[in-house]
């Protein structure tokens, strides 16, 4: 049986204080054949000096002389991974052990697939950011694409790039991003996993996500504006989603 060979893509930017711990976890879990891939988008700090300090041939790491924003590194990241698994990885989090496995599985018959996270420190559920109750994706939800759509339209989805991940044979037709898109590069995964009814939902935890000051992804309810600027560009990137 041919091994299967898991890249890890991960856009950096000023990481330096969070980082070790999350290269650390990774490694533990990857094969020889893996890799690391990541693109840092042009930090100020230390960033870099942390992962050369790894001196591990798997990490791959490219650097940008102009901040480009995290979507654009994400996406570049996922294009430059060579493995048959394409794994997102955020700078900050902690892997939970047997992440990688539930990934392969999970890819077997599906192109996409989201776990689960709890935070770092307590392993609680992650808070729904409205209700602050337990916020988990659910098993049977995988295949249910339009309901899926109608939860990420409504943000009521739980979907975080850093528990996602994209089977090779579909990263052709996920990359590039839409031009307009300027955020949520995860919830464009899932709307494309949704769409074509080959989403993967796993019920487990495999992250375990620190919350601070810097967090990508908001953790606390945005203006009107903002999530109504963020739907409109959700629902042309479902509409994208079903034509690729």
């Known amino acids: 049986m041919t091994e299967i060979r898991v890249s890890v893509c991960m856009a950096t930017y000023n990481g330096e204080r969070f980082l070790a711990p999350q290269v650390e976890s990774i490694l533990a879990e990857l094969e020889p054949q893996d890799e690391l891939v990541v693109v840092d988008d042009a930090s100020t700090d230390g960033t870099t000096r942390v992962l050369e300090r790894f001196n591990d041939p798997r990490i791959h790491v490219h650097a940008h002389a102009e901040n480009r924003g995290y979507v654009r590194t994400f996406e570049e990241a996922m294009g430059r991974a060579t493995g ?91 990359l590039p991003f839409p031009a307009y898109l300027d955020e949520s590069h995860d919830l464009w995964l899932a709307l494309f996993g949704n769409a074509h009814g080959t989403m993967r939902h796993i019920e487990t935890a495999t992250i375990r996500r620190r919350i601070h000051d810097t967090n990508a992804s908001p953790s606390r309810p945005r203006g009107i504006t903002q999530v109504l600027r963020a739907r409109v560009m959700l629902l042309r990137a479902w509409i994208s989603a079903r034509r690729r």
């Open 84 to 174: 048959d698994v394409v794994m997102l990885s955020d700078q900050d989090d902690v892997w939970i052990p047997g992440r990688r496995a539930l990934f392969v599985s999970a890819l077997q018959d599906s192109a996409v697939a989201a776990s689960n996270l709890v935070l770092l420190g307590s392993d609680d559920p992650l808070p729904n950011p409205l209700t602050r109750r337990p916020w988990r994706l659910r098993a049977a939800w995988s295949r249910q694409g339009v309901r899926n759509a109608l939860r990420i339209l409504a943000g009521m989805a739980p979907y975080y790039g850093c528990a996602m991940a994209v089977r090779r044979d579909a990263i052709e037709r996920v």
